[in-house]
Nanobody
Framework: QVHLVESGGGLVQAGGSLRLSCAAS????????MGWFRQAPGKEREFVAA????????YYADSVKGRFTISRDNAKNTVYLQMNSLKPEDTAVYYC????????????????WGQGTQVTVSS
């Protein structure tokens, strides 16, 4: 069992930046591929970004490519999502997830999920 806790969400103006963190307890994150997903009100959960076990490979949704950066620090059991040039359409609850399939964009292939952190981008 892996317990994931996201932090770093908040309210920001369009064009601003936020850095989300996802910390794991009980077990090391280095055993898992990690991903970030988001869910806006009235919409389905969607893939945002994923990173391989070592952090050497990354994959992004087209909607965030060039603006968001996923990274991980296995020594700190933490995964990050740096979000720049934020847009109102980025408003959502952001979730981190852990699984065994590297760079998966499918939420059903992730085994463990955090509780989510709200990101609100004002225009």
């Amino acid at each position: 069992q892996v317990h994931l806790v996201e932090s770093g969400g908040g309210l920001v103006q369009a064009g601003g930046s936020l850095r989300l963190s996802c910390a794991a307890s009980e077990r090391t994150l280095s055993s898992y591929a990690m991903g970030w997903f988001r869910q806006a009100p009235g919409k389905e959960r969607e893939f945002v970004a994923a990173v391989s076990w070592s952090g050497g490979n990354r994959y992004y949704a087209d909607s965030v490519k060039g603006r968001f950066t996923i990274s991980r620090d296995n020594a700190k059991n933490t995964v990050y999502l740096q979000m720049n040039s934020l847009k109102p359409e980025d408003t959502a609850v952001y979730y981190c997830a852990a699984g065994f399939k590297a760079l998966s964009t499918n939420d059903f292939e992730y085994l463990y999920w955090g509780q989510g952190t709200q990101v609100t981008v004002s225009s």
